[in-house]
C-alpha cells in the first residue's frame, strides 16, 4: 500500500482523514447536460416524437433473408406491396437513430404484422430522415437500424 | 489578358523548362519547380521547410550559382549582426557611422540565404525582419539585394519524438508571412526510384554550378513576360485566387490581404513559367502558401482541397455562378437564400452542402444545419438524399444533446458554472417562445460538443435569420 495513503485517526468531526494525499480537493467541476428539441410535446417549438422503430433478429439469421420468409408467408408479393396493408405517414419525417436500445421487437416472437409494419417503415429511413415517397429498401442495415421518428413540422414556431 | 495568350507568347520559353533544376544537379524537387522557378522571376521571398539533408541549402546555393548572383548564405543560428552589415566607424568628419565590409558583409549582396531561420534569436529574426520586407538593414536600403531566401527545419513540438528538430522554433506569424511561398522539401520517402539513385551518386560533390548561364537567360525572358503582364493579370489568376483566400478564410484558415497578392504575384508567375494555368499549378501554388507551416500547425487538408475546388470551378466556369458565390457568402441567411433562388438541382444543392459543410468552421457548419435541417428533411430544400444526410449529421447532436461537461474552478471561487454556460446565458438574455428554444437548444449542443463560439448573440441571430428566411418563404 502506498503509505501517503495511510490513514490516521482523528478526533474531529470525521472520524477519519487521509494524510498527505496530495493538497485540496479537485476543483474540477462537471456538470451533466441532457436537453433536446426532438420529441418535445410542450412549449413553442414542438417535433413530437411519431414512433419508435428497431427489430432484434436472431444473430444467427440473416435479417433480409427472416423478412422476405415472412413476407411470402403472408402473401404479399414484395415489400412495396406492404405499402397498402398499413397507415404510413403522410411526410417526410427526421430519423435519429437510438444507441442504446433495450426494446427493440423481437422478430421471432412478435406478431408478423407488428414486424412487417416496422420492416416497411425501416426501409423507407436513411441516416437521417423517413421518407415515405422513396423505394422500400431492405438491407441488413436497414432492417437492423433502431430509429426514432420526429415531425419536424414544429420546429419552426 | 487571357492565361491563353500569354500562353502562347511564352511557349518557346516553356519548352525547354522540364527538370531544369535536375540540370542544375538538384534532385527531387522536380514536382516543385515552377513555384521555386517563378520565385525567381517575382522575387518575391522564399521558404523552403524540410528535414535536416533533404537538400534545401545546396538548391538556393545551386540557384545563385547557375544564375551568377553575388550571394551570401549566413546561418541565422549563429549569425551575429556584425556579420551581417560589417564592424561600425564613424565618418572622417564624425558626422555619421560606416560599416566595415568584408566579403561575409550583406551590402553588395544580390541573393541572400539566411539558413535555419527559425533557429535565431529573437531580437535576430526581427533585424531579418526589415531584411526580407524591406530590402533594407538598420534602415539602410539594399538596392543591389534581388533575391531573399531563407530555410528552416520544421518546428519542434512539445513531444519531443524521434524526428523532432529541438530548437526549430516556431517562425513569427509577422516574418512568416513575409514569404510568398512555402515549399516543403521532400524526404527520402517522396523521392521517385529514380531521384533516389542520382541523390545517392556522389558525382559533382563540391562543384560549382553551371548551365552556360541557361536558366538566367530563361528567369529574365519569364521576367520580361512577367513584368508586361502582372499590372494586368490574367482575371482566371486573380478569381482562383480571391476565391480560393475567401473560401480558406471562412474554414478558419486565414490568409493575409497581403499574401493574396503574393498568390496572384506567384500564380501568374508559374503560368508564365509553364506555359498554362493549370489546375495542377493551381493546388501546388494553394498548397504552398499556407503560412501555417512556420508555426507547426497543419490546415484540415479537406478545407483547402475544398478551397481548392471551389476557386478552381470559378476559373472553369462551371455549375453556373451560383455555387461560388454561395459558398463564397459569410452571412448564413444569404446564403440560404443563395441556395433557394439559384439551386437547379438537387445534386448540385447536395454538393454546395457538401462542401460547405467540409470547409467551414465547426460552430458556423452546425448552425446552418441546425436551422435548415428540418426544412431539408421534410423535402423543402433543393437538397439530395445525400445533403440531407449531411445536413442531418451535423444537425444531430444538437437537435438532441446529452453529456458532461467539465470545467476547473479556480481556488477562491465556488459554485460557478461553466464559462461558456455563462457566455451562451449572456446571448439568450431577452430572447422568446420558439427562437429562444431553439438557441437554448444549439448553445446546450455547443457545450457538449466542446464547439467553442466566439460570438454567441451573433451566431444566433444568423439562425433566427434562416428561421424566418424559411417561415417567409412558406417552407417551415
Not at chain 1, 425501416?122 to 423517413?130: A, E, I, K, N
Not at chain 2, 531566401?149 to 513569427?172: F, T
Not at chain 2, 453556373?320 to 439559384?342: T, V
Request: net charge neutral; proline share 6%; charged share 25%.
Amino acid at each position: 500500500m502506498n503509505p501517503s495513503l495511510d490513514v490516521v485517526r482523528c478526533g474531529r468531526e470525521r472520524p477519519w482523514v487521509y494524510a498527505n494525499s496530495g493538497g485540496p480537493s479537485s476543483r474540477q467541476r462537471t456538470q451533466t447536460i441532457s436537453s433536446s428539441i426532438l420529441g418535445k410535446d410542450d412549449g413553442f417549438v414542438r417535433c413530437p416524437r411519431i414512433i419508435r422503430l428497431g427489430l432484434l433478429f436472431d444473430e444467427t439469421e440473416d435479417p433480409v433473408t427472416v423478412l422476405t420468409g415472412i413476407l411470402v408467408e403472408e402473401g404479399y408479393g414484395g415489400p412495396e406491396a406492404l405499402r397498402g396493408g398499413f397507415g404510413l405517414p403522410e411526410g417526410r419525417l427526421i430519423c435519429r437513430p437510438r444507441a442504446m436500445c433495450h426494446d427493440r421487437l423481437v422478430v421471432r416472437d412478435a406478431p408478423r404484422r407488428r414486424v412487417l409494419e416496422q420492416a416497411l417503415m425501416l426501409g423507407l429511413c436513411t441516416d437521417q430522415v423517413f421518407d415515405p415517397a422513396r423505394p422500400v429498401l431492405w438491407t441488413r442495415t436497414s432492417l437492423t437500424r433502431a430509429v426514432e421518428l420526429f415531425d419536424p413540422r414544429g420546429f419552426y414556431a | 489578358m487571357s492565361i491563353k495568350s500569354f500562353g502562347r507568347r511564352t511557349a518557346k520559353a516553356a519548352t525547354h523548362q522540364l527538370s531544369r533544376l535536375s540540370r542544375l544537379g538538384v534532385f527531387g524537387f522536380d514536382p516543385l519547380e515552377p513555384l521555386i522557378l517563378a520565385a525567381l522571376v517575382t522575387e518575391d521571398p522564399l521558404l523552403l521547410i524540410g528535414p535536416s539533408g533533404t537538400g534545401k541549402t545546396f538548391l538556393l546555393n545551386s540557384l545563385s550559382e547557375a544564375m551568377g548572383l553575388e550571394h551570401r548564405h549566413y546561418n541565422a543560428s549563429l549569425i551575429s549582426f556584425d556579420d551581417l552589415v560589417g564592424f561600425p566607424y564613424p565618418d572622417k568628419d564624425g558626422a555619421g557611422v560606416r560599416f566595415l565590409q568584408t566579403p561575409a558583409t550583406v551590402w553588395g549582396a544580390k541573393s541572400v540565404l539566411i539558413d535555419e531561420i527559425s533557429r535565431c534569436k529573437p531580437e535576430h529574426q526581427n533585424r531579418l525582419f526589415s531584411l526580407v520586407c524591406e530590402r533594407r538593414i538598420q534602415g539602410v536600403p539594399l538596392p543591389d539585394l534581388i533575391y531573399r531566401w531563407a530555410a528552416m527545419n520544421p518546428c519542434s513540438s512539445d513531444q519531443g519524438g524521434a524526428d523532432d528538430y529541438a530548437g526549430s522554433e516556431a517562425l513569427d506569424p509577422a516574418l512568416a508571412d513575409r514569404f510568398a511561398l512555402f515549399i516543403e522539401a521532400p524526404d527520402w520517402s517522396g523521392l521517385s526510384e529514380a531521384e533516389r539513385l542520382l541523390v545517392a551518386a556522389p558525382a559533382g560533390e563540391g562543384l560549382v554550378t553551371k548551365d552556360g548561364g541557361a536558366l538566367r537567360r530563361d528567369v529574365e525572358c519569364w521576367k520580361s513576360s512577367f513584368d508586361a503582364g502582372v499590372a494586368d493579370c490574367p482575371d482566371d489568376v486573380i478569381r482562383y485566387v480571391t476565391t480560393a483566400v475567401t473560401a480558406l478564410n471562412s474554414a478558419g484558415i486565414r490568409i493575409s490581404p497581403r499574401r493574396s497578392r503574393f498568390m496572384t504575384r506567384g500564380l501568374f508567375a508559374a503560368s508564365v513559367v509553364t506555359g498554362q494555368l493549370s489546375e495542377g499549378l493551381c493546388r501546388l501554388l494553394l498548397q504552398s502558401s499556407l503560412p501555417q507551416v512556420c508555426w507547426g500547425e497543419k490546415p484540415p487538408r479537406e478545407a483547402v482541397a475544398a478551397a481548392h475546388r471551389l476557386a478552381w470551378d470559378v476559373v472553369r466556369d462551371v455549375a453556373g455562378s451560383w455555387l461560388p458565390a454561395f459558398l463564397a457568402e459569410g452571412a448564413l441567411p444569404r446564403k440560404l437564400e443563395i441556395l433557394l433562388d439559384d439551386c437547379r438541382s438537387a445534386d448540385q444543392g447536395t454538393q454546395a452542402v457538401a462542401e460547405f459543410l467540409a470547409m467551414s468552421p465547426p460552430e458556423r457548419a452546425a448552425a446552418f444545419a441546425f436551422a435548415v435541417y428540418p426544412a431539408a428533411a421534410s423535402g423543402k430544400l433543393p437538397v439530395g438524399a445525400e445533403g440531407v444526410n449531411d445536413l442531418g449529421k451535423r444537425a444531430s447532436p444538437f437537435l438532441s444533446a446529452s453529456g458532461l461537461v467539465s470545467w476547473a474552478e479556480r481556488l477562491a471561487e465556488k459554485d460557478t458554472d461553466h464559462p461558456d454556460l455563462v457566455r451562451y446565458a449572456a446571448a439568450l438574455d431577452g430572447l422568446t417562445g420558439g427562437r429562444a428554444e431553439r438557441a437554448k437548444q444549439f448553445f446546450n449542443g455547443c457545450l457538449v460538443r466542446k464547439c467553442k463560439v466566439a460570438d454567441p448573440a451573433s451566431l444566433e441571430s444568423e439562425i433566427q435569420q434562416c428561421v424566418e428566411v424559411l417561415v417567409r418563404r412558406g417552407l417551415a
